[in-house]
């Protein structure tokens, strides 16, 4: 074999294998680019992002009142609530309850109630929140429809209702200011 034809083919080679390489460098880009919008579509909506928390002001509710909000599509109770009712909470024996849990354990102030407003029966929503509604034996809330009744800690005391009305993740970012989620 003469010196020229081993030159063209160790051109050749090199040549062979710079393609090689050029089309798998194409291949992966093209592979990326298809692959990153199909990720990237499962990540949350920005308006679900932005439903994932919600700042409440509680500076105009009085002692004694009830205001819903809207987080992730569910209402909110918040509740200021009287000495009186918090006197009611704390004094309930716990080993009475169905779902045991103490008024401490479902508030960071004893005089801000934060629940979710949500029947743990079937999904209604209690009555309690607005004046003239009816609170239940228990002074909290009362769900018509199956007639469970909740304490004014948002505890199940009587009816079907398995569990005490969920405590949403929430905190104080000021005296008067609330975040949710």
């Given at each position: 074999m003469?010196a020229?034809?081993t ?21 992966a ?12 579509q499962?990540?949350?909506?920005a ?11 509680l ?9 819903t ?7 909110v ?8 009712e ?6 309930v ?9 103490s ?12 629940t ?7 999904g ?27 304490d004014t ?12 009305l ?16």
């Amino acid at each position: 074999m003469s010196a020229e034809t081993t030159a063209d083919q160790e051109e050749g080679q090199t040549r062979r294998d710079f393609l090689y390489l050029t089309a798998a460098a194409m291949g992966a880009v093209g592979a990326g680019s298809v692959a990153w919008p199909l990720i990237n579509q499962m990540n949350p909506a920005a308006d679900t992002l932005a439903l994932s928390t919600t700042e409440v002001d509680l500076t105009p509710v009085e002692v004694g009142q009830s205001i819903t909000v809207m987080w992730r599509g569910k209402p909110v109770f918040i509740r200021r609530r009287t000495p009186e009712e918090i006197k009611e909470a704390e004094a309930v024996n716990v080993a009475d309850l169905r779902d045991k849990q103490s008024d401490s354990e479902r508030v960071q102030k004893a005089e801000w109630l934060i629940t979710i407003g949500v029947c743990t029966h079937l999904g209604c929503v209690p009555l309690g929140q607005k004046t003239g509604d009816s609170k239940g034996e228990f002074g909290g809330w009362f769900c018509p429809c199956h007639g469970s009744h909740y304490d004014t800690s948002g505890r199940i005391r009587k009816g079907p209702a398995p569990k005490n009305l969920a405590v949403p993740p929430y905190s104080f970012t000021s005296d008067t200011t609330i975040k949710i989620g």
